[in-house]
């Protein structure tokens, strides 16, 4: 097992362009977040899974960004319409929830999207 | 709404001293914190998780600890060394689990030798 995955590490795009983002997590983990951070702030929540199901979205999520995890494995992180805002580092992570579980998060090495 | 503050921002400690990182939050209802480190352009790492139920976890040369009624966690390092140089970051989960990590802004701790 070597840890959550995420692709491509950097993408540089231009505005108005759409990026996709896509997160292997660690193998069995049921549950898959994703969070976006900027320079000098710490992670912001945007979404999460538990299998196929999205159980939550935080309002960081406009119409302009859609997760999809279709068969309960990877996830994807799709964005439309680049904007300079959009410009940070995309990070995923997973968690193996259940009866006994501690709630540990576990984070890939992230996907910086740089918008020009 | 649950707030973390993490100070300081910044820390810069000559090699080998101990030192303490500071986590404050604003609700108590917590499920468990856990504490991260990142290095520059990279990923976090997890260092620590204590539950709600715990006071302090312990890992080598760190140590975290929890203290809910006053809404503060601090993290231990002891005998600080250059390869200690990273972003430390606190996050939290509260009630059942089931809502996302809330993370304060970090601290950046320089070790110098």
């Known amino acids: 097992d070597t840890g959550v995955s995420q692709n491509p590490r950097h993408k540089i795009t231009k505005r108005g362009q759409n990026v996709t983002f896509r997160c292997d997590p660690i193998?069995?983990?049921?549950?898959l977040y994703w969070y976006r951070q900027t320079l000098g702030q710490g992670p912001e929540f945007l979404t999460y899974?538990?299998?196929?199901?999205?159980?939550?979205k935080s309002r960081l999520l406009s119409d302009r960004f859609s997760a999809e995890r279709p068969k309960g494995s990877f996830s994807t992180l799709e964005i439309q319409r680049t904007e300079q805002g959009d410009s940070a580092m995309y990070l995923c992570a997973s968690s193996p929830w259940g009866l006994s579980n501690t709630g540990e998060l576990f984070f890939g090495e992230g996907s910086r999207l740089t918008v020009l | 709404k649950q707030e973390v503050t993490q100070i300081p921002a910044a820390l810069s400690v000559p090699e080998g001293e101990n030192l303490v990182l500071n986590c404050s939050f604003t609700d108590s209802a917590i499920y468990n914190l856990q504490w991260f480190r990142q290095d520059p352009g990279k990923g976090l790492t997890s260092l620590l998780l204590i539950q709600s139920s715990q006071r302090e976890q312990t890992s080598g040369r760190l140590n975290a600890s929890l203290d809910k009624s006053s809404g503060r966690s601090t993290l231990y390092i002891a005998a600080s060394q250059p390869g200690d140089s990273a972003t430390y970051l606190c996050?939290?989960?509260?009630?059942?689990?089931?809502?996302?990590?809330?993370f304060g802004k970090g601290t950046r701790l320089s070790v110098i030798a």
């Open positions: 996050a939290m989960a509260q009630f059942s689990g089931n809502t996302p990590l809330v």
């Open positions: 899974f538990q299998n196929e199901a999205q159980l939550e």
């Open positions: 193998s069995e983990h049921n549950r």
